[in-house]
């Protein structure tokens, strides 16, 4: 079965299958992984990298997707490619004689999942190729928001509603509305967020549900979870800013954009 996600960003990590260079690996960005393996496989004249081009065949074993724009996709990948130079992974071991590219390399993302600022965000570990799948050593298990699943993803724009698709019109209150945190007016849908489950009546400011969730942890930025102020249910953040973007769907598929606010948080 292949799971659909919509708003997708990926970092990834092939495995050369091909016996003159098996064993290499590469790690790259991408918003489509299907349409990625195929240029990848097809050499630089279909897209792929250079450093791939003329090696393969390629297998794309493992992805970690949910990040909430290309930005922060690519800096995790930046860093996955140099733990050494990235200051947030200096605690990272260096790679041993014994250890295989692979290996090494999955120790490294296994450390970037537990440290800031990768520890916070709605991602989801992925295994596209069960074959290669390595247990998760105890201490380096990933936060409990971020699952671990298996299966292929394929890539999905997130659908435009609109008059005429032959879906069912929802009531949408009308702006401006009163924030359930701070009891001032919420001036227009885009500084708006809503309680996903069915039964809830919440409006809030963006930036006032996130200093709510952040209360215990003031020193944090991005929060992961807390009760609705509402209904009163334990919800991820993660979800709720996917829910805002029109793209709530099962756990896995975690995405959508933080950046317009969490430079507000600062203020």
């Keep these: 079965m292949v799971v659909e996600v919509e708003g997708f960003y990926g970092v990834y990590m092939l495995y050369c299958t091909n016996p003159k260079y098996k064993g290499r690996i590469y790690i790259g960005f991408t918003v489509n992984p299907e349409r990625r393996i195929q240029q990848h496989n097809g050499g630089k004249h279909k897209g792929g990298a250079w450093k791939t081009s003329g090696r393969g065949p390629w297998d794309m074993v493992l992805i970690v997707h949910g990040f909430p724009n290309d ?4 800096r995790f990948e930046w ?13 990272v071991p260096r790679k041993t004689k014994k250890q295989s590219s692979f290996d090494f390399h999955l120790m ?9 600022p990768w520890n916070r965000l709605p991602l989801t570990l992925r295994w596209l190729r069960q074959e290669y799948h390595r247990e998760l050593p105890p ?4 936060p409990l928001h971020m ?9 999905r724009p997130i659908a435009k509603k609109g008059k005429g698709q032959g879906e069912e019109k929802t009531e949408q209150q009308p702006f401006p509305q009163r ?19 069915p039964s809830c ?13 952040l209360l215990n942890q003031p020193q944090q930025l991005i929060p992961v979870e807390g009760l609705c102020p509402s209904c009163g249910n334990s919800v991820l953040w993660g979800d709720l800013i996917r829910h805002k973007k029109g793209c709530y769907g099962d756990l896995e598929e975690v995405s959508n954009s933080q950046a317009h606010w969490v430079d507000e948080l600062h203020s």
Excluded: N
Excluded at 201 to 213: D, G, M, N, P, R
């Design 71 to 74: 930005i922060a996709a690519l």
């Design 79 to 91: 860093a996955w490619q140099h733990p050494h130079v990235s200051r947030r992974l200096t605690h």
């Design 147 to 155: 699952p671990l699943a298996f299966g292929q993803v394929r890539a």
């Design 108 to 116: 490294v993302l296994y450390h970037m999942l537990r440290v800031a």
């Design 179 to 197: 924030c359930r945190v701070c009891y001032e007016m919420v001036q227009s849908e885009d500084d708006a967020l809503h309680c996903f489950h």
């Design 139 to 142: 201490l380096l298990q990933p």
């Design 201 to 213: 009546s919440l409006t809030t400011h963006i930036i006032c549900l996130a200093k709510l969730f």
